[in-house]
Every structure is written in structure tokens, then in C-alpha cells.
């Protein structure tokens, strides 16, 4: 049986190959290279501010001399710290130094995805409400669907646009230079930047960034604290910073968020989620204009995600403005184009293609992960990445897409609860979807919106990609009908209104001094 | 001699035949909510081997469903799915390619469906397993126990492009796999007999449609999945009288790492499926053919992590002939 004895051997060996086969995962971004600005964007403290009256608002104190004992030592200090790194210490340095604000943007994006999970029913058939006092019980808190999380991206980069223009501004006002250039004898981990580097960026993004995601995710302090600190860390360690640039960004990183969240705490969120009274008084609304009214197809029914989220504050626009260009109304459903669309979603779903399968599924989006804004904020990065920008400017191509998609989810919300359009899968219970089925009204399509409004921006701020972002938007959009979700003309509709909150958004842009 | 009688007469006469037990072993042993060995593995568990040139052919059917599953390790039930039912039609082919050597082949077409919600079911070609069973020993213990010893080898691989990303309905993970097994059989005059096997799984990574997910609390920006590896265990206690033969037993999926479902999520293919399962199986030799047993069994999921509270049928057909 020689034969069988070369099968065997030949068995083991596959299965040892197999074992020893490398099953790490590598993702794309682990490792950013270190941002060297092409601009070091001198004129930002001008720059428009959104929220703070001014760059001043918040007063930072003067630095000591660079000559002064205090300023040796703290740069004695530095000299001595990155004498004594450890590797972890050396790691950090490394990933902060590919730019906070990715790396932010990256952080928000998985807290984002860790909190999107609906509340399980009890077993009475109600849901019980997240709750912002008792983050850690079950329900979690928040429930980071899109619309809260479109909000907490726009405040997270508002907040950061505010606190670095507000940096910017003082550190030209006192320009003292970063410690490599005070000091040769100081190691940097990329060339010594021309930034002067008091209040440190990278303090006052760690102070600002940690509060606004302790308000919103606040189960993740600790979390979120230690990055901070890491971040802070890394940039005296990186030869960027000394303890009192550190100290000084902090505060002013701090003061900033604390102006921010007073407008979070007053913009309506907390009634967002509605009521009973309230469903059923939409519901009776659509019944009495002749329309079937949109029901949840989950078992116990649940209310509609964030049903009151149209009253929550804009941040460019007021609500009669949001109003003004929402999209009007949808088909009828008792019309002969809803039944044309709903045998167009039903004709789909029968034969879907698996490159069509790929789509739904590629723009899926659904619980669990970091939302179509967080989709589109991992797209931008990778412009922003490539775009060699200084923070501030960073910072800024992040508030305004951000801000564009917030704007966007309170129309396209508002528009969702005036008409209370069934989705496919209720007006043909024979349509079963390719992906989850989201427990709100169809019309217009949030992924087209939010989609529309952001490839309306990014083609503003890269404008190379414009063709790139209108196809990934429309893909976005088409992945809905390949889910079975949508109607076409709730995602025709939902783009165009996500265009004209774009094209809206970029107003304030054009206009901000940064160009 | 009371043994489940082999399909095939011997061709050639053999010193001190070993009756050949044939534990075809219903099914969905390892039965997840898409995981691992789920219906594909349903007949390459016993430790059955052939005489040389000798091919059995089978048709098998099997139904497993659930209504209660664990996320982690909270029992519970989801109005969204209702009761998941998989069902499988597969073929299998045997062949003894020496006396000491056995090598089965195994494809599945798999179709879903919840019976609540609006989920839609999944259907197709699922993965092509091959296994070679090698007999590395067979001694005659106290003149009466006749121990066979088998190490087992074999590959899995998806045949179609289905998607592992829409768990509880995806027919499997869509990993390749190695596989590496130490079976042992052991057989006594009276017709009992005892059946137990550790088993490796070797699972490659996976790749989804989407760019991103969460699991075991961090966000992975890459459409690249580790899938953790997975220990079997198995024993059967099984007794052969005339046309019938009766195995009974349970058996252990591990899987070696992965996340448990959160609350409320979805599962997600590389979760740790755990299994403990308990089966029984009938086989029996119709009368009047000597080449064709009526094959049928049940499987029961006793208690798991992340995986479905299922119940499995199966059902077929073996024939057997001579190359």
C-alpha cells in the first residue's frame, strides 16, 4: 500500500501548509506615513468660525520665554523622554503622527460601529430607549444609527474645525517655534514643521476631540481618555510639543468643546426620538390623505428610528431653509407609478445578479457598522490622506462634509415622517430583502441623501474625483434597490436633495476665508 | 454474526473479515447558523472504509431549523427570523481505492428560509469536501475487539460565489478548509460497537463584499475576515443486528477563537460557533437488494454559543457497486 502511504503524507503535509498559513489581517490604514503639510495654512485663525463668536473667544495665556528657565527645562524634558522610549511609546508616535484627524475620524468611526445596534425588545413586545444616564446597561447607549451618528460626526468635526482655527490664530499671535527648532538636540519624527507650536494642535485636538465623544459615546471613556492621552503624549515625544504647548492646547481644546456641546445640548436631539402620540399621529396623517401608512415590519413592531430627528437643528440652514429644499411628495400609493416602481423592486429582488448582490451588500451600511456618513468619512479620508493637508485644513474638509450630511439627515428625516411612505416590503409581502430592512419610511432613500450631499462636497474639496464620487454615490443609491428596499424614485429623489444640501453647505465653504 | 452487513460481498476472501460497521451518520452534526460544518460534512463522519474498487453512491436530504438560538450565551428567540430552516440535497460518492485506503467526495446545494420577516432566503451549490481515509491499524484485541485506527485528511472549498455575509440565511462561511482526523473504531462479536474521532479544521480567511466590520470589539477597515479555526469531537456507541444498524451518540464543535454575537446584532461568520450536539441514526438494508440501504437520522443541537437551537432530519439512499 504504498500508494495509500503517499496519500496520507501527502494529506499531512497539505494540512501542516495550511496551519502555518499567516491569518493576520492587515488593514490598509494601520500604518499612515507621517503627514508633512504642504501649507502650514498661516492665515486659518481668520478663517470663518461656525459656532464660536471668534478665534479669540476662548483666551489663551501668554508663553513663557523660550529663553526662560521654565521653557529649558520643559525642553530638557522632552530631550530626556525621547531618550527613554519604550516600544509602545514608539508605536504611538507612529500612529499619531499619520494626522489626529484621521485618526479621529478613524476612532469615531468604530465607536460608531460598536454602538449601531437597535434595542432588543423585553418580553412585554416594547423597546426600552437608550438612555445617555445609564450608557453601560442594556440598551447601550447611544444607538448610533445614521441619523445620530451623522450628528455626532458633524459635531465631533465642527468642534475640531472651531478649537484648530482658534489654535491657528494664537499660535501666530506668539509664535514660538516647535522645540526641534528652538533646540537641534531635540529627535523629530518628521522635518521640524515652520508651525509654531504654541497652543500645541495636537493637545487642542485631544481636548476637544475627548470631550465631544465622551458626550456622545460616553460608555467608551475610558477609551477614548486614554487616546487622548496617548495623542498627547506622542506629541512631546515626536519632538512637536513641550509640556506647556500641551497645557495650553489642552485648556483651549476643553474651553472650545465645552461651547459646542452647550449648542448640542439645546439642538433637539433629546426629543428625537418622539412618542407613541406622535407615530400615531403621522400615521393617522398619511391614512387621511389616502395614503397606506408606513408600518414597521419587525416582530414586535418598533417605533420609527428617531421619528422627531427633522426637528433637530441644522447647522447652515433654518428649519423653514431645511424645509425649502426637501424633495416633495412621493408617489401616491394607491398610484399606477407605485405599482410600476414596486414591480421594478420586486422584479429586481427575483432577479438579482450576485454583482448586484455585491453592491447591496458593499453599501449595506446596517447595524454594526459606522453608518453611510461613516462610509463616506472613510472615503474622504483617503483623500484627505493623500492630500498632504495641515490639520486645520483637514479638519475642515471633514466639518463641512460632515455638517452637509447632518443637514441632510434632518431634511431627509423630516421628509421621511411628513409622508410615511411603506417600504416594498409592505406593499408586497412577497418582496424579501437582500440586506436589513430599516424600520422607517422609505421615501426619499437616507443613503441617497446622504450620498448626494457628500459627493457634492468632497468633488469641492477634490475636484479630480468628481466623476469617482457621482458614480460611488449612484452606486450607493442603486445598492438600495438591489436590497429591496427602496423604490427608484426614492432614491432619485433623495440624491437630488442630497445635491442641493451640498451644493447649499458649500456656500458657507466658498465663503470661510480658506480658499 | 450480528454486524450491519456489508453492501458489497467480498471479492476476495479475507483472513478474519472485519465486519464493516456502517455508521452513516445523519447529519448536520455540526450545525451552526452557517457555520462551519453545517450540512456539507453530514456523511463524511464514520469510519466506514472500502474494499477496493468498491464505490458507494448516495443521495442524501436533510432539514434542519430553529427557532431559539444563542447570542453568546443568551438563549432566546427573534420574531425577525422566526424559525430559519436550512435544507440540503447532497451526493456523495465513496471509493475504496485499497484495502487501507478510502476517499469520499461530498457537494451540497444548500437553500434558506426564515419563516417571520423579511429576510430573504439563500440558495446554491454549496462546498466540495474530499477525504482520504487511511487505515493505520486494525489489530484483534483479546481475540474478540477488532480496534481499527484511521487517520483522515481532506480539503473543503466553495463551488460558487454565494456570500458569507448575510448570516443566519448565507449556506456557509465560504472558507477553504483542511481538515485532520484520528478516528478510531472498535467492534465486538455481539454486534455493539463504539465510534470516536478529534477532529482540526484549518479555515482560510474570508472575503466580504463590504470594506468594513466590527468583531471582537474592533472596526476592521478591510473586506478581509480571520476565520478562527475548529476542533470536532465526536463519539457513537452503535449496535448492528440483520438489516438494521443503530448508532447513538454526541458531538463537540469548538470553535478555536472568534467573537460571540452582541446584543441584537446579527451573527457574523467568523463568531465562536460552538455546538454540542446529540444524534441517532437508522440504517437499514432493504430487503431483496443486496446493494441498497435506506439511510435516516436526526441530530438535536443540545446546547451551543451563537449558533442555532436546531433540529436536523436526514434522510437517503446508499447504493453500491463494484468498478
Known amino acids: ?83 527613554n522610549m519604550t516600544d509602545a511609546q514608539r508605536a504611538a508616535v507612529r500612529y499619531w503622527t499619520g494626522a489626529g484627524v484621521l485618526r479621529w475620524n478613524e476612532i469615531e468611526r468604530e465607536l460608531v460601529a460598536r454602538y449601531n445596534l437597535p434595542p432588543a425588545p423585553r418580553a412585554d413586545g416594547s423597546y426600552p430607549l437608550p438612555d445617555a444616564e445609564n450608557p453601560f446597561s442594556d440598551p447601550v447607549f447611544p444607538f448610533s444609527n445614521p441619523p445620530y451618528a451623522a450628528r455626532a460626526y458633524s459635531y465631533v468635526s465642527v468642534a475640531q474645525y472651531e478649537a484648530l482655527k482658534a489654535a491657528w490664530y494664537w499660535k501666530f499671535r506668539f509664535n514660538r517655534l516647535s522645540p526641534a527648532r528652538n533646540d537641534p538636540a531635540v529627535a523629530t519624527a518628521v522635518a521640524a514643521s515652520a508651525l509654531p507650536s504654541y497652543p500645541s494642535e ?56 465645552a461651547l459646542v456641546i452647550n449648542r448640542a445640548r439645546a439642538d433637539g436631539m433629546s426629543t428625537a426620538p418622539g412618542n407613541p402620540a406622535m407615530w400615531k399621529s403621522l400615521s393617522d396623517a398619511a391614512a387621511a390623505r389616502g395614503e397606506t401608512p408606513w408600518q414597521s415590519q419587525e416582530t414586535p413592531a418598533r417605533a420609527p428610528l428617531l421619528m422627531n430627528f427633522g426637528t433637530v437643528k441644522a447647522w447652515t440652514m433654518t428649519a423653514a431653509q431645511v424645509t425649502a429644499l426637501e424633495p416633495g411628495a412621493p408617489p401616491s400609493t394607491s398610484s399606477q407609478q407605485m405599482k410600476d416602481e414596486l414591480a421594478t423592486v ?63 439627515a434632518v431634511g431627509c428625516w423630516d421628509t421621511k415622517m411628513k409622508f410615511f411612505n411603506p417600504r416594498p416590503a409592505q406593499l408586497d409581502p412577497s418582496i424579501k430583502t437582500m440586506i436589513g430592512l430599516p424600520n422607517f419610511p422609505a421615501f426619499p432613500s437616507g443613503h441617497s441623501t446622504f450620498s448626494g450631499a457628500a459627493a457634492t462636497t468632497l468633488s469641492y474639496f477634490f475636484p479630480q474625483a468628481r466623476a469617482s464620487f457621482d458614480a460611488m454615490a449612484d452606486e450607493a443609491g442603486i445598492s438600495r434597490l438591489y436590497g429591496g428596499i427602496h423604490y427608484p424614485s426614492d432614491i432619485r429623489e433623495g440624491k437630488a436633495h442630497g445635491t442641493r444640501i451640498g451644493e447649499w453647505v458649500l456656500n458657507v465653504a466658498r465663503a470661510d476665508g480658506a480658499n | 454474526m450480528p454486524h450491519c452487513a456489508p453492501l458489497l460481498p467480498r471479492r476476495r476472501a479475507k483472513r478474519a473479515a472485519v465486519p464493516r460497521h456502517l455508521v452513516r451518520l445523519a447529519t448536520a452534526l455540526a450545525i451552526t447558523l452557517g457555520g462551519a460544518r453545517v450540512l456539507s460534512a453530514q456523511t463524511l463522519e464514520d469510519a466506514e472504509m472500502l474494499q477496493r474498487r468498491e464505490v458507494h453512491a448516495s443521495v442524501t436530504y436533510a432539514s434542519e431549523g430553529w427557532s431559539e438560538y444563542w447570542e453568546g450565551t443568551l438563549r432566546r428567540s427573534n420574531g425577525n427570523v422566526g424559525e430559519v430552516t ?52 486494525n489489530p484483534l484485541i483479546a481475540g ?133 450536539t446529540a444524534h441517532a441514526e437508522v440504517m437499514y438494508f432493504l430487503p431483496r437488494t443486496s446493494n441498497l440501504r435506506l439511510d435516516l437520522g436526526a441530530a438535536h443541537t443540545i446546547t451551543g454559543r451563537n449558533v442555532g437551537r436546531s433540529t436536523a432530519f436526514m434522510t437517503g439512499f446508499t447504493y453500491a457497486f463494484h468498478l
Open chain 1, 1 to 83: 500500500m504504498k500508494g495509500a502511504r503517499i496519500v496520507a503524507l501527502a494529506m499531512l503535509g497539505i494540512a501542516v501548509l495550511v496551519s502555518s498559513c499567516d491569518k493576520s489581517i492587515v488593514e490598509p490604514n494601520a500604518s499612515l506615513p507621517p503627514v508633512e503639510a504642504a501649507s502650514v495654512d498661516a492665515n486659518a485663525g481668520s478663517w470663518k468660525m461656525i459656532v464660536l463668536s471668534g478665534p479669540d473667544q476662548v483666551v489663551v495665556p501668554d508663553p513663557t520665554p523660550v529663553t526662560g528657565a521654565a521653557y529649558q527645562a520643559e525642553l530638557q524634558a522632552v530631550k530626556t523622554a525621547q531618550a
Open chain 2, 86 to 137: 436550512t435544507q440540503s440535497v447532497g451526493l456523495r460518492v465513496g471509493v475504496g481505492v485499497g484495502q487501507r485506503l478510502t476517499v469520499i467526495g461530498s457537494l451540497p446545494y444548500v437553500w434558506t428560509e426564515a419563516s417571520q420577516g423579511v429576510l430573504h432566503g439563500m440558495s446554491g451549490r454549496q462546498d466540495l469536501t474530499l477525504l482520504a481515509k487511511y487505515r493505520v491499524a
Open chain 1, 202 to 257: 495636537d493637545a487642542v485636538l485631544s481636548g476637544v476631540t475627548a470631550e465631544m465623544l465622551k458626550l456622545l459615546f460616553p460608555a467608551s471613556l475610558e477609551e477614548i481618555t486614554r487616546k487622548a492621552a496617548e495623542e498627547r503624549e506622542a506629541a512631546i515625544l515626536s519632538g512637536r510639543a513641550t509640556a506647556s504647548d500641551v497645557a495650553a492646547g489642552l485648556a483651549l481644546g476643553k474651553s472650545i468643546a
Open chain 2, 144 to 276: 474478540r475487539v477488532r480496534l481499527k485506527l484511521l487517520a483522515v485528511g481532506g480539503l473543503s472549498t466553495p463551488t460558487s460565489d454565494y456570500t458569507p455575509d448575510f448570516l443566519p440565511l448565507s449556506i456557509g462561511s465560504h472558507s477553504k478548509s483542511a481538515i485532520t482526523r484520528l478516528a478510531t473504531h472498535l467492534q465486538d462479536r455481539t454486534g455493539w460497537f463504539f465510534d470516536g474521532y478529534a477532529e482540526r479544521v484549518w479555515r482560510s480567511n474570508v472575503t466580504l463584499d463590504r470594506a468594513s466590520y466590527f468583531s471582537d470589539g474592533h472596526y476592521y477597515e478591510t473586506n478581509e475576515v480571520a476565520m478562527p479555526d475548529v476542533a470536532m469531537y465526536r463519539g457513537t456507541l452503535g449496535w448492528q443486528r440483520g438489516a438494521w444498524c443503530i448508532p447513538v451518540g454526541v458531538s463537540a464543535q469548538r470553535t478555536l477563537g472568534g467573537a460571540d454575537i452582541r446584543r441584537q446584532d446579527m451573527p457574523f461568520v467568523s463568531n465562536r460557533m460552538n455546538a454540542t
Open chain 1, 346 to 408: 420586486k422584479n429586481t429582488i427575483d432577479n438579482l445578479t450576485r454583482d448586484q448582490l455585491a453592491i447591496a451588500l458593499k453599501w449595506n451600511d446596517g447595524a454594526g457598522t459606522a453608518t453611510p456618513p461613516g462610509h463616506w468619512n472613510a472615503i474622504a479620508s483617503d483623500y484627505v490622506r493623500d492630500a498632504r493637508m495641515s490639520e486645520v485644513r483637514a479638519a475642515r474638509v471633514y466639518a463641512m462634509l460632515n455638517m452637509a450630511m447632518h443637514d441632510v
